[in-house]
């Protein structure tokens, strides 16, 4: 290893370096391995090394080590580090030199000009002026047909929609029926799909968490897709729900050790995000509720979210978890930020969106899940940390 090859980040020292403060980087070194980082020191200096880290461990490591010392300056190094916002990461370490290495497009800027970002959408009429919802409708739970509800609303009135509709795979719901042809279906989803469009802010998303049946072969996240790219949203995002779970008979190979007919297993879920006529969505920071930590860990798109257990309790076949929930309203919306969600269940959406203090409408036909969601919004005190889900 070249010392080129490290990232130098320098405390000086008011004294000179104490016998105490040797051995701590000494135990430093011993601690970590050289490739990644190491310390040294020249009389009045403490110098660190840095390529890779695990900043978690190396934060241990010095409040370890310096527990007795009088004046910590390794406390300053800690904080040297965090003042770094540009790293890569490498197997769930930091890494701060030659990450960027393979960002070779020159006139980055100029070629996606040429190429024109989400070109599909740019052609869109969606009005920019945008509607408080009607009273009646903010924090409600409504039982009916979001298709019929949704048209006694106007344009451009809601944040936030973040739902997952019914796949069509055959489960027991209260008041609706699963397992209809799949042009019916398709046909339905669309038709709700198209007043949430309209519904929307300018600005504003949504986010439709679904998974395909893969054994019907319909890869209905696509077309989910390619329906909102052609009513001119822009696809913004796509998340992986990591449930890591198997769901499906552990002898379904399709065909066992040949490739005649292989049938592949999936243990996730897809979360598709959709913006209306701008990907920013106007809000005042004050009311942003999402941690720098929070932030930092949820833009990588692949969440591992255990699916929801007590499916049981709530009596209804499909939940999902508070937690996707309440990653989706931090991430996205504002405090104050009207949601809605047009397949709402037994309100998954409505109570994470109360707790978290924003407005919210929630829709479903059956009127059983609207009474449940009701219940889970009683007692609920706002701003609840959901940090122990
Ligand atoms: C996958 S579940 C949603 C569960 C919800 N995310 C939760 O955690 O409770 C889909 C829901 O859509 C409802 N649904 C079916 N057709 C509907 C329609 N036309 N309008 C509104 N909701 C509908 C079903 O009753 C079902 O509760």
């Known amino acids: 290893m070249k010392k080129e090859d490290y990232k130098k980040i320098e405390i000086k020292l008011v004294e000179e370096i104490s016998e105490e403060e040797n051995e701590v980087i000494k135990e430093v070194n011993n601690s970590f391995s050289k490739e990644d980082l190491f310390l040294e020191f020249e009389k009045k200096k403490i110098i660190l090394n840095l390529k890779l880290i695990d900043l978690d461990k190396f934060k241990e490591k010095i409040n370890e080590l310096t527990k007795g010392l009088s004046n910590n300056q390794f406390l300053e190094l800690i904080k040297e580090i965090e003042k770094i916002k540009s790293y890569g990461l490498k197997s769930g370490k ?8 393979e960002r070779k497009v020159k006139d980055r ?8 970002l989400h070109y599909y959408a740019n052609d869109h009429d969606f009005p920019k002026e945008n509607n408080e919802i009607p009273k009646g409708y903010e924090n409600k739970i409504i039982c009916g047909d979001s298709e019929e509800v949704l048209k006694k609303l106007p344009d451009n009135c809601v944040d936030l929609v973040f739902t997952s509709p019914p796949y069509n795979f055959g489960l027991d719901y209260e008041n609706h029926d699963d397992g209809v042809h799949w042009e019916k279906y398709i046909e339905k989803l669309f038709a709700v799909f198209k007043e949430c469009i309209r519904v929307l802010k300018y600005g504003g998303r949504i986010v439709i968490n679904v998974q395909p049946l893969y054994s019907d072969y319909i890869p209905i996240h696509h077309m989910i ?16 729900w990591e449930k890591n779970n198997y769901n499906c008979k552990y002898t379904a190979w399709g065909s066992w050790k040949s490739p005649s007919k292989p049938y592949l297993k999936y243990t996730w879920e897809f979360l598709e995000v959709f913006s209306k006529g701008d990907l920013k969505h106007p809000g005042d920071s004050k009311n942003a509720d999402i941690t720098a930590d929070e932030f930092k860990e949820w833009v990588l798109a692949k969440w591992s979210i255990a699916p929801e257990r007590k499916m049981k309790d709530f009596g209804h076949p499909a939940m999902f978890p508070e937690k996707l929930a309440d990653r989706i309203l931090k991430l996205f919306s504002f405090k104050g930020d009207i949601i809605l969600d047009p397949f709402n269940g037994v309100g998954t959406t409505t109570k994470v969106a109360k707790e978290t203090g924003r407005r919210y409408l929630g829709i479903d036909p059956s009127k059983e899940y609207c009474e449940k969601s009701e219940e889970r919004l009683k007692n609920i005190s706002p701003q609840k940390k959901l940090s122990d889900l």
């Open 94 to 101: 930091r890494l701060y030199v030659g990450y960027n290495k």
């Open 109 to 116: 800027k100029k070629k996606a000009q040429a190429r024109e």
């Open 225 to 240: 897709t390619n329906f909102f790219i052609q009513n001119k949203m822009i696809w913004r995002n796509e998340i992986i």
